[in-house]
Nanobody
Framework: QVQVVESGGGLVQPGGSLRLSCQAS????????MGWYRQAPGLERGLVAT???????NYADSVKGRFTISRDNADNAVHLQMNSLKPEDTAVYYC?????????????WGQGTQVIVAS
């Protein structure tokens, strides 16, 4: 079983910063990908940023230059540094860890952490 736990959400003013963290535990395949997704009210969950084990990153266009994803392979942890936050960044942020083993994919999600950007 795999558990994924996020932390670090909260209320921040426009232009401010927040750092989200996520810890995965349990039986985890070494060659995994991790990432952050978000879901605003009335919208579908969408990509924020992903990172592979070797550090290759991918960002949504809306967060490029403002958000930075990083990971700690030893701890199966992933972080999201969010700077220059905008009201439109308000959403529930979800952490994901995933891998493919023997042709079978696995994907696990956290419970989400709320980020509110408002003055």
């Amino acid at each position: 079983q795999v558990q994924v736990v996020e932390s670090g959400g909260g209320l921040v003013q426009p232009g401010g910063s927040l750092r989200l963290s996520c810890q995965a535990s349990g039986t985890i395949f070494t060659n995994n990908g991790m990432g952050w997704y978000r879901q605003a009210p009335g919208l579908e969950r969408g990509l924020v940023a992903t990172i592979t084990r070797d550090g290759t990153t991918n960002y949504a266009d809306s967060v490029k230059g403002r958000f930075t994803i990083s990971r700690d392979n030893a701890d199966n942890a992933v972080h999201l540094q969010m700077n220059s936050l905008k009201p439109e960044d308000t959403a529930v942020y979800y952490c994901n860890i995933n891998w493919v083993i023997l042709g079978s994919s696995r994907s696990y999600w956290g419970q989400g952490t709320q980020v509110i950007v408002a003055s």
